[in-house]
């Protein structure tokens, strides 16, 4: 899957791409000879055609799918309803419950995890000993899959013999039922996603940061800033694009959250709780598609996924744009 | 955030000399060089036992039994019947085979992405031909559509093709990626010089063979880097080999998450099993560890 969200979130590009180069009739007319020809095509064949074949056409076919009613064991038939599939979807108690789940735990697991990432990249930022140690190590959970990590967790979490609930009633507090709990299973949920994801996004924050002209922390120092606010005037605004960057990738990786819900009971239920309390809009998509064989509803529900992302993706490039125009 | 021709930007040691840089940080080690305190030192090595626990907690849970890891206080040692829990896992799950099926999918995958990337990577760099910008504003808007668009159809078609619990399935929708494609063409816009390709085509080479001898030799360190991300990426995806494929042939993530779902979850098994998972990555990670780290910043500073 070129779009797997893994491959999203390590695009980690910090601006929007510059627009393509168009030959610029100054250039001397050699130069055009030898870099204008069809042979441009065929290198980005191979890509296209894959892209072509397993991408842009589920697409599509996605969006047809979903105005059909139809199951998984019957895939090449199919009666049309129009848009039934999604006035059931608007209607749905699930998704709008599956809806209100990824928005909690979006914000739960994106916002903490920013912040934390942008301090832990100003610490990472000082001349350290072991700097290439702290780097690394802070990737670890990066390396480590959905599933590992989900499984790890949803033991350190179980509401007896998890080592979290032990060391709460160590300190005399009470034990929680994570898993049951509509708060303590997002919260939990949020946990992991911010444990894998923290030091990623530190790391990317740090490269931005270090390609921040010292002479500008200079300029501030001799105003007098503190370092409190070089961090907040000169750091902050320096980072802006980057920050707008994660903010996308990582609401996009919310949007489809869907191994840590689906594991964190340890069974791989796709219900999300006994009361749907951290459903999905991902783990609901899989529920109806290869639990319930409503192949059309889910088709629905995945593209109202992508009509979330677009609507995401366009506030923010709003936003990013707004404040560009300001600072000019 | 310009196209900066700074490579690695990991210790700035890395930099050649020749990097037409114009705008390097002005500090070396980073823009604020000031000395970090203790409490700089406590937090991060916090922060670093944080990321770390809970993989020796795997460690510490997989070796030992149900009844010992229930005690309190908990153990937090080691212990040696960590090779009973790898052979009930290895009985629960075949995880044996789904670490061969890991190795070969996310092997192939790599060796693709990075073959077909670095191809398109160069001609959205170099050359010219027409519709050029609106292929690449193809490929950047595809980085927004979610996974879970393309899952049904590409269900049906494997379906239909038989493909249903065969690695070809998992490996060839992978094949390439959109990120791939923009981080070979920031990086070949400013590490390949026009001049050589010139050169090359005056020698009268023809593309390909310039493409062989003159832009791969250039493009193999963000090849490499490109690898690394790609193979962890593909050892660690989740949600399409779920669907395609089952534990009777499952790669290591579908192996775990087949795991839990026992009827009796032993605690223990579970963590021995996510452990021998996992192990793989990690001791490729201690391995290429600072290169990943290198190559993530540099993906970060391209662009």
């Keep these: 899957m070129t779009i797997a969200s893994g491959t999203v979130r390590e695009a980690a590009i910090a601006a929007p791409p510059p627009a393509p180069a168009a030959t610029s009739p100054a250039r001397p007319r050699k130069r055009r000879q030898l870099t204008r020809n069809r042979w441009g095509y065929a290198y980005v064949a191979p890509f296209f055609l894959v892209f072509a074949a397993f991408s842009l056409y589920p697409f599509m076919y996605t969006a047809w799918v979903s105005l059909h009613e139809t199951s998984l064991s019957n895939i090449n038939g199919g009666t049309w309803v129009g848009l039934d599939n999604y006035r059931n979807l608007l209607q749905s108690e699930?998704?709008?419950?599956?809806?209100?789940?990824?928005?909690?735990?979006?914000?739960?697991?994106?916002?903490?995890?920013?912040?934390?990432?942008?301090?832990?990249?100003?610490?990472?930022?000082?001349?350290?000993?072991?700097?290439?140690?702290?780097?690394?190590?802070?990737?670890?959970p990066y390396a480590t899959s959905i599933a590992a990590a989900t499984l790890v967790f949803s033991q350190l979490f179980g509401r007896e013999y998890g080592l979290i609930n032990t060391m709460l009633e160590a300190v005399g507090l009470q034990a929680i039922d994570?898993?049951?709990?509509?708060?303590?299973?997002?919260?939990?949920?949020?946990?992991?996603?911010?444990?894998?994801?923290?030091?990623?996004?530190?790391?990317?924050?740090?490269?931005?940061?270090?390609?921040?002209?010292?002479?500008?922390?200079?300029?501030?120092?001799?105003?007098?800033?503190?370092?409190?606010?070089?961090?907040?005037?000169?750091?902050?605004?320096?980072?802006?694009?980057?920050?707008l960057f994660t903010i996308v990738v990582s609401t996009i990786?919310?949007?489809?959250?869907?191994?840590?819900?689906?594991?964190?009971?340890?069974?791989?239920?796709?219900?999300?709780?006994?009361?749907?309390?951290?459903?999905?809009?991902?783990?609901?998509?899989?529920?109806?598609?290869?639990?319930?064989?409503?192949?059309?509803?889910?088709?629905?529900?995945?593209?109202?996924?992508?009509?979330?992302?677009?609507?995401?993706?366009?506030?923010?490039?709003?936003?990013?744009?707004?404040?560009?125009?300001?600072?000019? | 955030m310009a196209t900066l021709a700074i490579p690695a930007t990991d210790t700035g040691r890395d930099t050649p000399p020749a990097a037409p840089a114009t705008r390097r940080r002005g500090h070396r080690g980073g823009s604020k060089a000031g000395k970090p305190g203790p409490v700089t030192y406590t937090l991060l090595t916090l922060v670093a036992l944080v990321?770390?626990?809970?993989?020796?907690?795997?460690?510490?849970?997989?070796?030992?039994?149900?009844?010992?890891?229930?005690?309190?206080?908990?153990?937090?040692?080691?212990?040696?019947?960590?090779?009973?829990?790898?052979?009930?896992?290895?009985?629960?799950?075949?995880?044996?085979?789904?670490?061969?099926?890991?190795?070969?999918?996310?092997?192939?995958?790599?060796?693709?992405?990075?073959?077909?990337?670095?191809l398109a990577g160069f001609a959205f760099a170099k050359l010219q031909f027409r519709g050029k910008g609106l292929l690449l504003s193809l490929v950047i808007g595809?980085?927004?559509?979610?996974?879970?668009?393309?899952?049904?159809?590409?269900?049906?078609?494997?379906?239909?093709?038989?493909?249903?619990?065969?690695?070809?399935?998992?490996?060839?929708?992978?094949?390439?990626?959109?990120?791939?494609?923009?981080?070979?063409?920031?990086?070949?816009?400013?590490?390949?010089?026009?001049?050589?390709?010139?050169?090359?085509?005056?020698?009268?080479?023809?593309?390909?063979?310039?493409?062989?001898?003159?832009?791969?030799?250039?493009?193999?360190?963000?090849?490499?880097?490109?690898?690394?991300?790609?193979?962890?990426?593909?050892?660690?995806?989740?949600?399409?080999p779920l669907i395609a494929l089952t534990t009777a042939n499952p790669t290591v993530q579908v192996a775990l998450a087949g795991l839990g779902s026992g009827y009796v979850p032993q605690r223990s098994v579970i963590m021995a099993g996510t452990l021998l998972g996992t192990l793989p990555v990690l001791i490729v990670f201690t391995i290429l560890g600072k290169q990943i780290v290198g190559g993530i910043m540099q993906g970060a500073v391209k662009g």
């Design chain 1, 94 to 140: 699930f998704f709008w419950n599956a809806a209100r789940n990824t928005l909690t735990i979006g914000i739960l697991a994106t916002v903490p995890q920013l912040c934390m990432a942008l301090g832990l990249a100003h610490l990472l930022n000082y001349k350290l000993r072991g700097r290439t140690f702290f780097r690394t190590v802070m990737l670890m």
């Design chain 2, 142 to 240: 595809t980085m927004m559509v979610p996974t879970q668009l393309a899952v049904i159809p590409l269900f049906m078609m494997i379906a239909e093709l038989q493909w249903v619990n065969q690695l070809q399935a998992v490996i060839l929708p992978t094949l390439v990626s959109a990120f791939g494609v923009f981080f070979m063409r920031q990086y070949l816009i400013s590490a390949l010089p026009n001049e050589l390709l010139e050169a090359g085509r005056v020698d009268g080479a023809s593309t390909f063979r310039i493409f062989w001898s003159i832009v791969v030799p250039v493009a193999r360190p963000a090849m490499a880097v490109l690898a690394m991300l790609t193979f962890l990426t593909a050892w660690n995806e989740f949600f399409w």
């Design chain 1, 178 to 243: 994570w898993e049951a709990g509509t708060v303590s299973s997002q919260v939990a949920i949020a946990v992991i996603v911010t444990w894998r994801w923290t030091g990623y996004n530190a790391l990317i924050y740090l490269a931005a940061m270090q390609s921040i002209p010292g002479e500008l922390y200079e300029a501030a120092e001799i105003d007098g800033a503190s370092k409190w606010k070089q961090f907040l005037h000169v750091t902050i605004p320096s980072l802006r694009p980057t920050i």
């Design chain 1, 253 to 328: 990786g919310a949007v489809q959250l869907f191994g840590e819900p689906l594991l964190f009971a340890g069974n791989g239920t796709t219900s999300g709780g006994s009361s749907g309390q951290y459903q999905t809009l991902g783990l609901l998509m899989y529920q109806q598609g290869w639990s319930n064989f409503h192949i059309g509803q889910a088709a629905t529900t995945a593209w109202a996924m992508f009509m979330i992302i677009l609507v995401i993706v366009g506030v923010n490039a709003v936003i990013g744009r707004l404040r560009a125009r300001a600072d000019r």
């Design chain 2, 51 to 118: 990321s770390i626990f809970p993989l020796y907690w795997t460690l510490v849970a997989g070796s030992h039994t149900n009844a010992e890891i229930a005690a309190t206080p908990p153990p937090f040692l080691p212990n040696a019947s960590l090779f009973d829990n790898f052979r009930a896992a290895l009985d629960q799950a075949p995880i044996g085979k789904a670490i061969i099926n890991s190795v070969l999918v996310s092997g192939s995958i790599t060796v693709g992405t990075v073959l077909f990337c670095t």
